[in-house]
Structure formats: C-alpha cells, structure tokens
C-alpha cells in the first residue's frame, strides 16, 4: 500500500471532528445501535452499520455547503463503533439474566460496562492500524465499499441515497402490511411425524429485516446460515427422534420445537466454539506478527518525534498505555461491586485486559478478511469467555459461586 494515493491528500486538512459529525455521529450510533441488537437478539447475527451510516449522512449533510468526505467518514465511524459495542453486549449481557444471576437488566452496570470495555477495545486496536493495513495488506472489503460510497457521495451522485430511501419505504410497507394490517403472516410451518419415528418438517420465516440481512452478508454467509438450518430440522432432530422416541408435545411443529431449544442448537454452540478456536488457530502467525508489531511499534516511539502526515497519524502508544491503565480502575470497581470477591475481581480485570488486546486483534483481522458483516463476533466472544472460564476454573475451583458469571463480565 505504499503506492496508495489518498483519496483526500495527506497535506490536505479539512473539518473532520466537527460539532455536527459529532452530533450526527451520536444520534445514529444510537439508532443502528438499537436496530443491531434488535437484529441480533432475533436472528442471532448483525450487520455492519457503515454503508447506511454514511449514506444517512451524506442526505443529511448536503443541507451544509461546507460538508466534505472526512465528515461524513467520521460519522459512519461513530456509526459503526456504536454497532459493534451493542453487538458485543448482545451476545453476552443476556446470558447473565439467564443464568438468573441478574433478576433483571441494569442500564447501569451494562452502560458502564460497555463503556470501559468499549473503550478499551478501541485503545487496543490502535496499534495495530500499521500492521493489519500496511503490512498485512488485508482487503477490508466493508471498508472499501464504504469508501467508495463516501466518494460516489462527493462526487454528487445521488444514487445511493435514492436507493436507500427506495428500501426504507418497501420495508416500512411491507412490515405494515404483515404486522400492522395482519394480510398474511411472515411465518409457515408444517410438520408430521410419521409412524413415531419419522419427522418431517417444512418451516419458513420471511420479513423485509431477515432478507435484508441476507442481502447485506451476501450469498456465501447466507448459504451457511441455511445449512445450518438443514443439519439442524432434516438430519439432527429427525435422528434424535429415531434413537430417543418422539417426547409429548401438543403438534409436530411444538415437538420439534423442542427437542431444537433443549437438545440440538448445542450442536451450533459447539459449532461456533470449534469456529472461534480455529479462526484463532488459522491466523496465529498474522496476530503475533500485528501485536509484535504493535509492541515494537511502542519501544520505537520513545524519545522519538514525528514529522505529522495526516493519514499516518496515530493516538500515541503511550496515551493508549496510559488509558488502558486508567480503565482498569473503573473496570475493577465495577467486577468488584458484582462480584464482592477482592481477590477474583483482580483477577478478573487482569484477564479482561489481556483478553482484550488478544481479541480486538483477532476481531480486526477477521474484519480485514471477510469484512465486519462476515466478523464471528459471536465466536470471538465465546472463545474469551471459554478461556476465561478455563482460567478461573483452574485458579478457583470448578465450584466458585461467581466462577460462571466472572466469565461473563470479561467476555
């Protein structure tokens, strides 16, 4: 990338942070923020925010003369950082709850939270800007389709809004006429059991968020999405059915049902489980060669003054040091009012920071490769909370009273 030409040159300097990026910036982290987790609460999957992001803004913008490209960069990135916090939150925040060791949500203990660990992972991942962009060269196809949404936008081509507005009023419609007009409903189910051994089974859930979903991650993840619901109702349940018998249930559909919740969709925990540590696995040498260079990137810089080029300018590794030591301050208060355990919660905050330099390293190379969309966050997730999880077992005791939560909180 050394031949790269910037878009906006590095001697360049325009408004970037400004008062109304940052406002704009606020506001739809805050909606895509919620429709993210809505999205992952029900399909189990999210969507990167960043090509709506900056298409919102550019729509909004061109009502400012002096809005440029770097504007609306910075607000489809505050976009999409407030997507993915609320992404991370989903899938572990709920499980406290469902362990009952929450009664119910606290909006804040898990704001503050998602704040430290937000925060925090945002410090980790600015080592390692030089090495997974520069160096590795990863594609970040999500990146580049944004950037070339963010050009077509200065360029003044209105296309894209266009097309945005287009699908915001058909999907509107659509969940008006299937929720709010009650026409025909989203969702169809058949299913039999022949003989008391045989189950069959057709089942389909369309809604305008569901296919746009798969629209978004394209057909590769849309494919395996589907397989997993083949092996699931075609293979897993009917085999289940033919060694174990059919258990009572009311219908067919009720039946496998449950033997789904209760029995099988372990198979894609542990799936998923599988997926994470082999993505790990897969880019070991990439990682240790980002954080190296990170590290290396931190013992260079010191004593050491550089020139400012715009577009190479990075947080300097000793703010990021600084902070990170400064988070782990409220990260432990916060382990130590749930846990009320001294020892653990010590504990607890040093595994999160070390799991959360690993991880963010890992969640921005997989971004790299197969774009935010296509990031196992789900499996990242699990794997830190299962080496969490591995690590207190073996420091505590598998019988600790706060040994499965304590996992929860670093995930």
Partial sequence: MNDHKPYISASTILPEITVKAILLGIILS??????????GLFLG????????AAVISMAIFKAFKTANILENNAVQTAASAGESL???VIFTIPALVMMGYWQEFSYTETTLIALCGGVLGVLFTIPLRNALIVKEKLTFPEGIATAEVLKTGEEGSGG???????????GAGAKFVIEGMKLWSSEFQVASLLKGKAYLYFGTYLTPAV?????????????LVFMGGVISW??????????????????AIEMGGEIWSTKIRFLGVGAMIIGGIWSLVSIRKSLWSAISQGLDAFKSSEGKVKEFVRTEYDTPISWVIIGAGILVIPIFIIYLREIQDLPISALMSILMVIAGFLFSSVAGYMAGLVGSSNNPISGVTIATILTSALILAALMGTDAEYGAAAAIFIG
């Fill in 45 to 52: 999957m999210t969507v990167s925010a960043s090509i709506p």
């Fill in 234 to 251: 075609y293979i897993a349940i009917p085999a289940y059915i033919a060694v174990n018998g059919a258990p009572e249930a009311a219908s």
């Fill in 211 to 223: 296919m746009a979903v798969g629209y978004i991650v394209g057909l590769n993840i849309s494919l």
């Fill in 86 to 88: 609320a992404a991370g």
């Fill in 30 to 39: 805050a909606v895509l923020s919620a429709a993210n987790a809505y999205l």
């Fill in 160 to 170: 894209y809004i266009k097309k945005l507005v287009y699908g915001s009023l058909v």
